[in-house]
């Protein structure tokens, strides 16, 4: 080969990207280990499945995949904009709700531009603001919980974007309205806030605000959701934003013109519908959280309250070694190293009999009485 090494052709900024690591997929798992009843408790997914709703949507439009999507999904966001309250014009559909915080970062942060966030948090923020050369900074966690006035205090010139994610990413902590209020008066207004919302729907604390409320056309915030969690469909990358028109409408401009697929757009539709199946949902997740809680008590184990699908739990070896351990037993749980914990696991709830076996499973790796 006779061209100048890749290294020296690609962007410099690529170099310091360390890639994203999911959650192992149960596939995987069953090859490796031959293991053939392993649980996934590990990327905060549905333990019910998709929505039925959106299954049978998917169903009755298998037959029109010859066709390209619709690129503006008008019935999508005509739905959504019913469902929400909001103008279609304020809306932005993507690839996953990764892909809408992908296009706030290419829009807003030019190279050297500066991206703000809290430590312990979902690590696509930083990953794609090192994507296109911009500077991610973190303001670390009070007491295991996102620290707004410190973000705010946080803020300079360079800043262009501050992500929040709330219920947090891995901790499960959520802050409240009255927090939540203080900051939004205390950031300059030239600056976009964006308030990742993945987990609200299993928050119970009706302090919890959401960001919705919030929106209007006078101020940056965007507010993001996604169908892959309380809705099922984490395979099929589906999420939205809700901000300001002019700002989505740039968002709309740099978006590729197909980036969500037909049958996205079907299911999204029928799965704003399932009420039951988000019910369903709710009911399992936060009995699950309640139920799984009360175990790690048991076993004085401890743990962060949590207001998502989701529990941080520390335990006393490194977090790696009861991943690895757990594994052998079938259960995929993630160990929390690459987001700042190095003694600290996540798990996510599953259906009754999955939390039981995950119990068991922990009481049998860290050597604990059942
Ligand atoms: C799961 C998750 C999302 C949603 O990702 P999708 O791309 O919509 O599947 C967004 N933010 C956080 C913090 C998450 O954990």
């Given at each position: 080969?006779?061209?100048?090494?890749?290294?020296n052709?690609?962007?410099?900024?690529?170099?310091?990207?360390?890639?994203?690591?999911?959650?192992?997929?149960?596939?995987?798992?069953a090859?490796?280990?031959?293991?053939?009843?392993?649980?996934?408790?590990?990327?905060?997914?549905?333990?019910?499945?998709?929505?039925?709703?959106?299954?049978?949507?998917?169903?009755?439009?298998?037959h029109?995949?010859?066709?390209?999507?619709?690129?503006?999904?008008?019935?999508?966001?005509?739905?959504?904009?019913?469902?929400?309250?909001?103008?279609?014009?304020?809306?932005?559909?993507?690839?996953?709700?990764?892909?809408?915080?992908?296009?706030?970062?290419?829009?807003?942060?030019?190279?050297?531009?500066?991206?703000?966030?809290?430590?312990?948090?979902?690590?696509?923020?930083?990953?794609?603001?090192?994507?296109?050369?911009?500077?991610?900074?973190?303001?670390?966690?009070?007491?295991?919980?996102?620290?707004?006035?410190?973000?705010?205090?946080?803020?300079?010139?360079?800043?262009?974007?501050?992500?929040?994610?709330?219920?947090?990413?891995?901790?499960?902590?959520?802050?409240l309205?009255?927090?939540?209020?203080?900051?939004?008066?205390?950031?300059?207004?030239?600056?976009?806030?964006?308030?990742?919302?993945?987990?609200?729907?299993?928050?119970?604390?009706?302090?919890v605000?959401q960001?919705?409320?919030?929106?209007?056309?006078?101020?940056?915030?965007?507010?993001?959701?996604?169908?892959?969690?309380?809705?099922?469909?984490?395979?099929?990358?589906i999420?939205?934003?809700?901000?300001?028109?002019?700002?989505?409408?740039?968002?709309?401009?740099?978006?590729?013109?197909?980036?969500?697929?037909?049958?996205?757009?079907?299911?999204?539709?029928?799965?704003?519908?399932?009420?039951?199946?988000?019910?369903?949902?709710?009911?399992?997740?936060?009995?699950?959280?309640?139920?799984?809680?009360?175990?790690?008590?048991?076993?004085?184990?401890?743990?962060?309250?949590?207001?998502?699908?989701?529990?941080?739990?520390?335990?006393?070896?490194?977090?790696?070694?009861?991943?690895?351990?757990m594994?052998?037993?079938?259960?995929?749980?993630?160990?929390?190293?690459?987001?700042?914990?190095?003694?600290?696991?996540?798990?996510?709830?599953?259906?009754?009999?999955e939390?039981?076996?995950?119990?068991?499973?922990?009481?049998?790796?860290?050597?604990?009485?059942?």
């Amino acid at each position: 080969m006779n061209f100048p090494g890749i290294d020296n052709l690609v962007q410099p900024h690529l170099a310091q990207i360390t890639p994203y690591q999911a959650g192992k997929p149960l596939e995987e798992l069953a090859r490796e280990m031959g293991l053939t009843d392993a649980i996934k408790l590990a990327s905060n997914e549905n333990p019910l499945g998709p929505s039925p709703l959106a299954l049978a949507a998917i169903q009755d439009n298998l037959h029109t995949l010859h066709r390209y999507p619709d690129s503006h999904a008008y019935y999508l966001k005509e739905d959504l904009s019913r469902h929400l309250g909001l103008s279609p014009s304020q809306l932005i559909l993507g690839n996953g709700s990764d892909e809408i915080l992908d296009l706030l970062i290419r829009a807003l942060v030019p190279l050297g531009g500066e991206v703000l966030s809290t430590d312990h948090t979902f690590l696509m923020y930083s990953l794609l603001t090192q994507a296109v050369g911009g500077v991610f900074r973190f303001v670390p966690l009070k007491e295991m919980r996102v620290d707004l006035p410190g973000l705010a205090r946080a803020v300079t010139a360079q800043t262009r974007l501050i992500f929040i994610n709330n219920p947090n990413n891995p901790t499960g902590t959520a802050f409240l309205r009255q927090e939540w209020e203080e900051f939004l008066a205390s950031v300059p207004p030239h600056l976009t806030v964006v308030l990742d919302e993945a987990y609200i729907d299993f928050a119970d604390d009706p302090r919890v605000p959401q960001s919705l409320a919030y929106v209007a056309e006078d101020r940056l915030l965007v507010g993001l959701r996604t169908f892959s969690k309380a809705y099922g469909l984490a395979g099929l990358r589906i999420g939205y934003g809700f901000g300001p028109s002019k700002l989505m409408d740039y968002l709309n401009r740099l978006r590729l013109p197909f980036n969500v697929n037909r049958l996205a757009q079907v299911a999204a539709r029928a799965a704003l519908t399932d009420t039951l199946f988000l019910e369903r949902t709710l009911k399992v997740v936060r009995s699950g959280r309640a139920m799984i809680c009360r175990e790690l008590e048991r076993l004085g184990l401890s743990y962060l309250p949590s207001q998502a699908n989701f529990i941080l739990i520390q335990v006393d070896r490194p977090a790696r070694e009861v991943y690895e351990a757990m594994l052998k037993e079938g259960v995929i749980i993630r160990s929390m190293e690459e987001y700042g914990f190095s003694h600290h696991i996540r798990v996510n709830v599953g259906l009754p009999e999955e939390n039981q076996r995950f119990v068991r499973a922990l009481t049998k790796v860290l050597g604990l009485k059942g």
